[in-house]
């Protein structure tokens, strides 16, 4: 069965470098890898979106390496504010077709 | 109204009823979703509305019965719940089908079947 991997939980101190990374191993090949940021009672918020190598934006950073089966999430100098759960979207293969599917999520618990 | 909406946020129902969720979404996208979230799972894709045709429903009991009237609209209609069918409902949408686009979320329905 096409699944993702993720931590469940993590925990960092505010200042920190944070890396989450998601195993994906049947990854569509011509599909983007995205990470979602979510809040309780909030649906889930996009953060970032890449297809490979690294890819920067004003939040965060993804590394993808050249066989796209893992990605990995990172967030420089986190704050109180970034505890969330972090979860990686991909189109997985699935009885003959892509499936978006989300990993269960990495609970980041950032403290001071 | 910005964004994509949910109502209503919150909905207890018996096991017996009928009721609808309903998502709009003002972003001008092509694509609707419907999500399942239940504690400790990940998130589930119900159902995929692309041009207002659904192309994913992922083997969901019939019990849930999706509706899309046009580009903007959005139904779940729910009838004789179960209650391990309790979970957040999220309604996304994106510029078109498929995880290769951004998919906006909305704050979702809190279901509680009784």
């Known amino acids: 069965l096409a699944k993702t991997t993720q931590p469940i939980s993590m925990d960092s101190y505010e200042g920190q470098e944070v890396n989450i990374t998601c195993s994906h191993n049947?990854?569509?090949?011509?599909?983007?890898i995205t990470w979602y940021q979510q809040f309780p009672s909030q649906g889930p918020r996009f953060i970032i979106q890449g297809y490979k190598t690294k890819v920067t934006n004003e939040v965060a950073s993804l590394f993808i390496p050249a066989d796209r089966k893992s990605s990995t999430l990172s967030l420089p100098r986190v704050s109180l504010s970034d505890t969330a759960v972090y979860y990686c979207?991909?189109?997985?293969?699935?009885?003959?077709?892509?499936?978006?599917?989300f990993g269960r999520g990495t609970s980041l618990i950032v403290h001071p | 109204e910005t964004g994509v909406t949910q109502t209503p946020r919150h909905l207890v129902m018996g096991m017996t009823n009928k009721k609808s969720l309903k998502c709009e979404q003002h972003?001008?996208?092509?694509?609707m979703y419907w999500y399942k979230q239940s504690a400790k799972k990940p998130l589930e894709l119900m159902f995929v509305?692309?041009?207002?045709?659904?192309?994913e429903n992922n083997s969901v009991p019939s019990r849930f019965s999706p509706e899309c009237p046009n580009s903007s609209h959005l139904f779940l209609h729910l009838h004789t719940l179960q209650p391990e069918d309790s979970a957040l409902y999220l309604c996304?949408?994106?510029?078109?089908?498929?995880?290769?686009?951004?998919?906006?979320f909305g704050p979702g329905t809190r279901l509680t079947v009784t």
């Open positions: 049947n990854i569509a090949t011509n599909d983007y």
């Open positions: 996304a949408s994106s510029q078109d089908g498929g995880s290769t686009y951004e998919q906006y």
């Open positions: 972003l001008g996208h092509n694509a």
């Open positions: 979207l991909v189109a997985l293969a699935s009885g003959g077709s892509y499936i978006p599917t």
């Open positions: 509305y692309s041009l207002e045709e659904r192309v």
